[in-house]
């Protein structure tokens, strides 16, 4: 135990806790700090330092120690422990605790003694429910609360805490499929609450400065997490809950999705139209008609339904062949007609009633059991299935229903009342996915796609998106709000059903602005209804053309995004990022989710009104930005009018910036380094600049932790009217050929006197109307090519 130092302490806090509890002692228990009161006893544990566990034990209750969410483990103990007969004081480098023993108040503060949050009334027991509230200060913008369309500050709000979809939301959506107990703040810090039974998260509804967590039953735990830039806030949130490992680079790919295709046949026609437009596209999604010929009543069979798909296997094998992965449908639902019910019946892997029989329940597609996820026989019983798909060839899992769509609360799991597990379901259900791959499978990346989740499911490889969300200007309107705010949450790859699900809406103009910003999301994945095909193939031809240029430049990225997803597994930083992470001091930033930056070097902004002629962007004042179809350079930190046109949405690079690109393949299988094209955004105010490019075989597991993969690496220096560009290749690692590049350097406005690569002359291209320079580099294996350029 570290001495306790007297020292009297003068706070300035002004706030007190709950009159009725009242100090009793305070000692240390194996590095966790031990507060008695008169009603319980909290429990508080640094788990590094800049994240603190609080738990509060009610009198005669037993400490819950099971965490679904956090996967750092106690002990972190560097930190000084300061009492006198007013306070108890636990200090280290970023977080304070302070206890002031009369009148009872739990305080947190940061590095320099400013107040981060306090406990208001803390823990307090109602009739039905269980809540824990603290003191907000009245300037704070507040995000969190999982998915939801509500405008980036969601402060005022009371947010319900129960996974649940919202068919055909548009502009407003207040309760989704995927609900978090996370509160952000513009003061950076985030709050977790770490418990699974539903409940509310109240964002200062009643306008009185209180943030309050409401709960059925469960832990009374919370973490705080601070962090010195939002980007260290994330990073130190997914080191608590984990991070999203790198997915298969053919999921960055286009998919051929939509509900859904009846036979083998449609499937087949459907690849062979892209492959004849050559329209890249990596992965075919098959909707609930794999197993059976109708929409209600086959849920649960699970099994190749042969009359539609007689040769299911060779189809899958066929279409491997030729760069298509087959992802296949799944939900957790069986239903009593079903193939599967009297086996899951017999095996006992149903969710049950108190007598110990299946649950059942009628809903949309007919009367269902649920598979209990949660019991290792369920758990079993489930991954058999997926292991057998797994050996058809499937390459892809999709999770659908997962929230579960309907649950009632009278039925019981393994873990649990139907209510204290619902919003963990499809976490749990990841996991076994994810669980099974590790152990059959252990060298192939897992491709999990679901609507719903918990914290912490972005470890087990879960692909989130955004429900059925209609298919309307307004329904596009909301979606750079949800994945913004899920990115913030630990959920890198929120996206969306792209051109809209729901609804027989046939409008070209939404399409095409859809997928257009789906170039710069984390997953390219048009999806909808059949009444009005979601495949660029099917509509009208100058659709079809617009969308062809659309994922060409997809594909054209991949070298950049393949990079920012590596990026996103070691760091947490998410794929797309809001603009005040770019300028943090920024007040009007913090409700602003018009534009975004994708990366760390694009800049966007949807398009999301009918027949916009204009658009009105602001540019972040760290740097001068350079249209990336044009190359006109807009001056950082000003707020301009930008024209629109049809075949692009307003999209700006950073100055000073390296944009890798591919040479286009119609598949990721094609994909290579061996040729490609650097740009660099050439701006005499970055003196010096740095970019880099991760590769390695886009599918094995764990490529970086065993050193198979190669890096390489962009560096830039101006200085007297010299340019210096130096850029190395780690063949280390990995074998490979010398690569081919083409570096274009954007926005330069005069002639060299002379260029060399490695000391030689060399020639270039100037292009005077676009003011860019293209010159040929061979970048030998191991080697460096250093470019200098005299003006």
């Given at each position: 135990m570290k001495k306790l130092v007297l020292l009297f302490l003068i706070t300035t806090l002004s706030f007190s806790q709950n009159a009725s509890r009242q100090f009793s002692k305070f000692e240390l228990k194996d590095k966790t700090i031990s507060i008695q009161t008169n009603d319980g006893e909290y429990l508080f544990n640094y788990l590094n330092n800049k994240i603190i566990e609080t738990s509060f034990v009610p009198k005669n209750e037993k400490f819950n120690s099971s965490s679904h969410s956090k996967v750092m483990e106690n002990g972190f103990f560097k930190n000084e422990i300061l009492e006198n007969e007013n306070e108890i004081k636990i200090v280290t480098d970023n977080i304070k605790i302070v206890i002031t023993k009369k009148p009872f108040q739990i305080s947190y503060l940061d590095k320099e003694n400013k107040l981060i949050l306090s406990e208001k009334n803390g823990y307090i027991k109602k009739d039905s429910t269980e809540t824990l509230d603290f003191n907000l200060t009245s300037d704070e913008v507040l995000y969190g609360g999982g998915a939801r369309v509500?405008?980036?500050?969601?402060?005022?709000?009371?947010?319900?805490?129960?996974?649940?979809?919202?068919?055909?939301?548009?502009?407003?959506?207040?309760?989704?499929?995927?609900?978090?107990?996370?509160?952000?703040?513009?003061?950076?810090?985030?709050?977790?609450?770490?418990?699974?039974?539903?409940?509310?998260?109240?964002?200062?509804?009643?306008?009185?400065?209180?943030?309050?967590?409401?709960?059925?039953?469960?832990?009374?735990?919370?973490?705080?997490?601070?962090?010195?830039?939002?980007?260290?806030?994330?990073?130190?949130?997914?080191?608590?809950?984990?991070?999203?490992?790198?997915?298969?680079?053919?999921?960055?790919?286009?998919?051929?999705?939509?509900?859904?295709?009846?036979?083998?046949?449609?499937?087949?026609?459907?690849?062979?139209?892209?492959?004849?437009?050559?329209?890249?596209?990596?992965?075919?999604?098959?909707?609930?008609?794999?197993?059976?010929?109708?929409?209600k009543g086959t849920m649960g069979n699970l099994e190749v339904f042969r009359d539609s798909f007689p040769n299911f296997e060779k189809m899958v094998a066929d279409f491997k062949e030729q760069g298509v992965k087959t992802v296949t449908i799944t939900e957790p639902f069986i239903l009593t007609n079903s193939k599967k019910w009297k086996e899951a019946k017999a095996k006992k892997v149903l969710a049950t009633?108190?007598?110990?029989?299946?649950?059942?329940?009628?809903?949309?597609?007919?009367?269902?059991?649920?598979?209990?996820?949660?019991?290792?026989?369920?758990?079993?019983?489930?991954?058999?299935?997926?292991?057998?798909?797994?050996?058809?060839?499937?390459?892809?899992?999709?999770?659908?229903?997962?929230?579960?769509?309907?649950?009632?609360?009278?039925?019981?799991?393994?873990?649990?009342?139907?209510?204290?597990?619902?919003?963990?379901?499809?976490?749990?259900?990841?996991?076994?996915?994810?669980?099974?791959?590790?152990?059959?499978?252990?060298?192939?990346?897992?491709?999990?796609?679901?609507?719903?989740?918990?914290?912490?499911?972005?470890?087990?490889?879960?692909?989130?998106?955004?429900?059925?969300?209609?298919?309307?200007?307004?329904?596009?309107?909301?979606?750079?709000?949800?994945?913004?705010?899920?990115?913030?949450?630990?959920?890198?790859?929120?996206?969306?059903?792209?051109?809209?699900?729901?609804?027989?809406?046939?409008?070209?103009?939404?399409?095409?602005?859809?997928?257009?910003?789906?170039?710069?999301?984390?997953?390219?994945?048009?999806?909808?209804?059949?009444?009005?095909?979601?495949?660029?193939?099917?509509?009208?031809?100058?659709?079809?053309?617009?969308?062809?240029?659309?994922?060409?430049?997809?594909?054209?990225?991949?070298?950049?995004?393949?990079?920012?997803?590596?990026?996103?597994?070691?760091?947490?930083?998410?794929?797309?990022?809001?603009?005040?992470?770019?300028?943090?001091?920024?007040?009007?930033?913090?409700?602003?989710?018009?534009?975004?930056?994708?990366?760390?070097?694009?800049?966007?902004?949807?398009?999301?009104?009918?027949?916009?002629?204009?658009?009105?962007?602001?540019?972040?004042?760290?740097?001068?930005?350079?249209?990336?179809?044009?190359?006109?350079?807009?001056?950082?930190?000003?707020?301009?009018?930008?024209?629109?046109?049809?075949?692009?949405?307003?999209?700006?690079?950073?100055?000073?910036?390296?944009?890798?690109?591919?040479?286009?393949?119609?598949?990721?299988?094609?994909?290579?380094?061996?040729?490609?094209d650097l740009h660099f955004y050439f701006d005499d105010s970055r003196k010096i600049s740095s970019g880099k490019l991760f590769n390695d075989d886009g599918y094995s597991t764990n490529t970086f932790k065993d050193n198979k993969f190669e890096k390489v690496t962009f560096r830039s220096k101006f200085k007297e009217e010299k340019l210096e560009i130096r850029v190395a290749s780690d063949h280390e690692l990995i074998s490979n050929t010398d690569k081919e590049v083409t570096l274009k350097i954007h926005n330069i406005s005069k002639k060299p006197e002379i260029i060399t690569v490695n000391s030689k002359k060399t020639k270039y291209k100037l292009d005077s109307s676009t003011n860019t320079l293209d010159l040929k580099i061979v970048l030998e294996n191991d080697k460096k090519a250093q470019i200098e350029i005299q003006f």
């Open positions: 509500l405008g980036m500050n969601r402060r005022g709000n009371k947010l319900q805490l129960y996974n649940k979809a919202h068919y055909g939301y548009e502009n407003k959506s207040e309760l989704m499929n995927y609900t978090l107990p996370i509160v952000i703040s513009s003061k950076k810090y985030m709050l977790h609450f770490d418990n699974a039974p539903i409940g509310y998260l109240d964002l200062d509804s009643k306008k009185n400065n209180t943030l309050t967590y409401e709960t059925i039953s469960g832990r009374k735990t919370y973490q705080i997490i601070v962090g010195d830039t939002w980007e260290d806030l994330v990073s130190n949130y997914t080191l608590l809950t984990g991070r999203q490992p790198l997915p298969p680079r053919w999921a960055l790919g286009n998919f051929s999705s939509r509900f859904g295709y009846h036979s083998e046949a449609e499937a087949r026609k459907t690849i062979q139209k892209f492959k004849d437009e050559k329209i890249p596209v990596d992965a075919i999604i098959l909707d609930l008609y794999w197993f059976g010929k109708e929409m009633n108190n007598d110990s029989s299946p649950a059942t329940w009628d809903f949309y597609f007919g009367n269902t059991g649920l598979v209990d996820v949660f019991k290792p026989e369920g758990k079993e019983w489930f991954w058999t299935i997926y292991k057998d798909l797994h050996n058809k060839g499937v390459s892809g899992i999709w999770g659908d229903l997962g929230e579960p769509e309907v649950f009632p609360s009278s039925a019981n799991t393994f873990a649990g009342k139907a209510d204290e597990v619902h919003n963990i379901y499809g976490h749990e259900w990841a996991k076994l996915i994810y669980d099974g791959y590790r152990k059959d499978f252990p060298t192939e990346r897992p491709f999990i796609l679901m609507r719903a989740g918990a914290a912490g499911s972005q470890r087990y490889g879960m692909i989130p998106w955004s429900g059925d969300v209609n298919r309307t200007w307004g329904g596009l309107s909301g979606q750079t709000e949800i994945s913004l705010q899920m990115g913030m949450q630990g959920l890198g790859y929120m996206h969306s059903d792209l051109g809209g699900f729901a609804g027989d809406n046939l409008d070209d103009e939404l399409y095409i602005r859809w997928l257009q910003y789906g170039v710069f999301n984390p997953i390219f994945r048009p999806h909808a209804q059949e009444d009005v095909p979601s495949e660029p193939v099917f509509r009208s031809d100058k659709a079809k053309a617009l969308a062809k240029e659309a994922i060409e430049l997809r594909y054209q990225l991949l070298p950049y995004n393949y990079n920012i997803a590596f990026e996103n597994s070691q760091t947490g930083k998410p794929l797309m990022r809001p603009l005040f992470f770019e300028e943090e001091n920024n007040k009007a930033l913090l409700t602003k989710s018009d534009g975004y930056l994708w990366g760390n070097d694009f800049l966007v902004y949807p398009v999301t009104v009918s027949n916009q002629k204009t658009k009105e962007v602001y540019f972040p004042n760290t740097a001068n930005w350079y249209d990336f179809y044009t190359g006109k350079k807009y001056q950082g930190g000003t707020t301009q009018i930008v024209e629109l046109n049809e075949d692009n949405i307003p999209t700006f690079v950073r100055g000073g910036s390296f944009i890798p690109m591919a040479k286009l393949v119609q598949t990721t299988d094609n994909y290579n380094l061996k040729q490609f």
